[in-house]
C-alpha cells in the first residue's frame, strides 16, 4: 500500500470540509512525522490515530535533511519535517502549502494537494461528486485556501 505524507493544513482543509475520516477509507497509508503529531495534531486530533494515521519518525540520516533544509526560509521547521519523511519515505507529499510545494518540486519529491486527494476519494466510490462539492463550500466559508476553479473543474470532470 502506498504511503502519503500529509501536512497539518491539509488534514485541516478536510476535517473544515467535513470529509476527514473518508482520507482513511483510502487505498493509502497515511502518515506524519511523529514529531508533527505530538507538536500540532495530538491535542486536538488525536482521534486521527484512531482512523489510521501513522506517526513515522525520521532516521538520524533524515534529521541531516532537515538541517540542510534550513534554506527554504519560508517554510515552517514542521514543514521541513513533512518534506524530510515524504523523501525518506519515497512517498507522495500531500500539500496545499505553495511555498512548501516549491522547495519540494527543488528536492524532486512526488507531490499532490487536497483536491487530488478529493479526487481520488470520488473515484475510490469513498464519497459522491455531491458530497464533494459540499466539502469544497465548507472549506470555502471556513477560509481554506484552495484554488477554487481547479476543484470545480475537478468536480465537472466527475459529474459527467
Known amino acids: 500500500m502506498q504511503l502519503l505524507v ?5 488534514i485541516i482543509d478536510l476535517e473544515v470540509g467535513g470529509i476527514c ?3 482513511f477509507l483510502l487505498s493509502y497509508q497515511i502518515a506524519v512525522p511523529d514529531v508533527l503529531f505530538e507538536q500540532e495534531l495530538k491535542e486536538h ?3 486521527l490515530k484512531e482512523l ?15 538541517v540542510g533544509f534550513h534554506k527554504y526560509k519560508e ?9 524530510a519523511l515524504a523523501l525518506q519515505e519515497e512517498a507522495i507529499l500531500i500539500t496545499g502549502d505553495r511555498k512548501l510545494r516549491a522547495a519540494a518540486e527543488k528536492e524532486n519529491a512526488v507531490l499532490k494537494g487536497t483536491i487530488g486527494l478529493v479526487e481520488r476519494m470520488i473515484t475510490e466510490g469513498k464519497i459522491s461528486v455531491g458530497q464533494a462539492s459540499q466539502a469544497q463550500k465548507r472549506m470555502e466559508q471556513g477560509n481554506r485556501w484552495l484554488p477554487q476553479n481547479e476543484f470545480t473543474e475537478m468536480l465537472d470532470r466527475h459529474r459527467v
Not at 500529509?6 to 491539509?10: I, P
Open 6 to 10: 500529509v501536512d497539518t493544513n491539509v
Open 21 to 23: 475520516k473518508e482520507l
Open 45 to 47: 486530533h488525536a482521534n
Open 52 to 66: 489510521g494515521l501513522k506517526t513515522l519518525a525520521l532516521e538520524s540520516s533524515t534529521m541531516e535533511l532537515v
Open 75 to 83: 517554510i515552517s521547521l514542521m514543514d521541513r519535517f513533512v518534506l
